[in-house]
């Protein structure tokens, strides 16, 4: 939980999360303007009692945050921040997301059930025996929504928007895949990027399955939208991506490079395991990955839908809906 100063005015501090993904990265901006925290960890004692020990570190305390940026609504990312925008002094501070965000940080709570929800009746039309599948959604989503709190008022902010951020004007930009409303922050003098799960060195960002955008009944094809994303970034002029975990990136293009290579090969094993059979994406997530837990279940059918989306796409496999069940076979 050391403090890592990356430029001057901004810092990395670790903080340890209960999750797989391990601790997270968040940034802490000062200098001029307001003292501000990018992304804050999961609502747990430990969480915050290390959060405030990095910040006395620096000299300062969780009282004088003045704005806190999420970087994207999942509870390791966004799970302090209402806290955080309580304890600060003169009046609070303000927490702003994109506006995508917006709703699942305001209705935390009802948002996990209608998530609870979605997840169980695709993972049912995903082939995944109905116990198994309410089993999975109590154990790799129901228990996890404790670890964050609604927070009562998000500040938008919306793609291409400037932010001023440890003394220098920084890029906000729409990044979905991971999550619908994922975004990174870009700054172009220093080439530096805050990709948060967008680019991680040591975990593949999983796509993860999300719920239809309020007014649409679709879920977004999640994989899809993050090889797009992943394009838009490696565009970008960037000589250290900052990532939600684990080390500073320094080839973002090589690691996108990678990610691509990754996601073909996968598809290129499912294309193997299907074979000439009609299969469910809970059959194909068996033959990928056995002896899964229940998050691995949920983690393992997000990836191979969001495989699915693409092959089927490219023309390469059909989809058949029948009574509530999606079966794919190849064309
Ligand atoms: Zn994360």
């Known amino acids: 939980m050391t403090i890592l100063e990356l430029i001057p005015n901004l810092y990395c501090l670790s903080l ?10 968040v940034y802490l901006a000062a200098g001029a303007g307001p ?15 290390a959060l405030e020990h990095a910040l006395a570190e620096h000299g300062t305390t969780v009282a004088d945050i003045q704005r806190v940026i999420v970087t994207h609504a999942h509870i390791d990312h966004f799970g ?24 699942r940080l305001e209705a ?18 995903g082939g995944v ?63 530096l990027l805050l990709s948060g799960d967008h680019l991680i060195q040591h975990i593949s960002s999983n796509p993860v399955i999300d719920l239809p955008a309020p007014g649409e009944t679709e879920r ?14 490696a565009d970008l002029d960037v000589s250290v991506a900052l990532p939600g975990h684990g080390e500073p990136i320094t080839d973002h293009r090589a ?9 073909e090969a996968r598809m290129d094993r499912m294309l193997t395991a299907m074979d000439s059979r009609s299969c469910t994406a809970y059959e194909i997530t068996q033959a990928m990955f056995p002896n899964p837990s229940p998050l ?21 496999v059909v989809e058949e809906d029948e009574d509530n069940l999606t079966r794919y076979r190849r064309a």
């Open 296 to 316: 691995d279940v949920f983690l393992g059918l997000s990836e191979v839908i969001g495989h699915l989306d693409i092959l089927v796409d490219r023309g390469l």
């Open 35 to 49: 003292l501000t925290l990018v992304d804050t960890g999961p609502l747990t004692s430990w969480t915050w009692a």
């Open 80 to 103: 302090l921040a209402a806290r955080i925008a309580r304890t600060a002094k003169g009046g609070g501070a303000e927490v702003f997301a994109l506006n995508s965000s917006r709703p």
């Open 108 to 125: 935390h709570v009802t948002e996990w059930q209608q998530r609870a929800d979605f997840y169980g009746a695709t993972l049912r039309r």
């Open 129 to 191: 025996p109905a116990e198994m599948a309410e089993g999975t959604v109590g154990l790799a989503v129901g228990d996890l929504a404790r670890y964050a709190e609604a927070v009562p008022a998000v500040t938008p902010l919306v793609d291409g928007e400037g932010l001023r951020l440890a003394g220098r004007d920084w890029l906000v930009l729409h990044t979905p895949g991971h999550a619908i409303g994922h975004m990174c922050l870009y700054q172009p003098e220093a080439r």
């Open 16 to 25: 340890p999360t209960p999750f797989p993904c391990g601790p997270i990265n």
């Open 220 to 233: 977004p094809r999640s994989l899809v939208l993050y090889l797009q994303s992943l394009r838009r970034v």
């Open 255 to 263: 690691l996108i490079a990678q990610r691509f290579q990754h996601h």
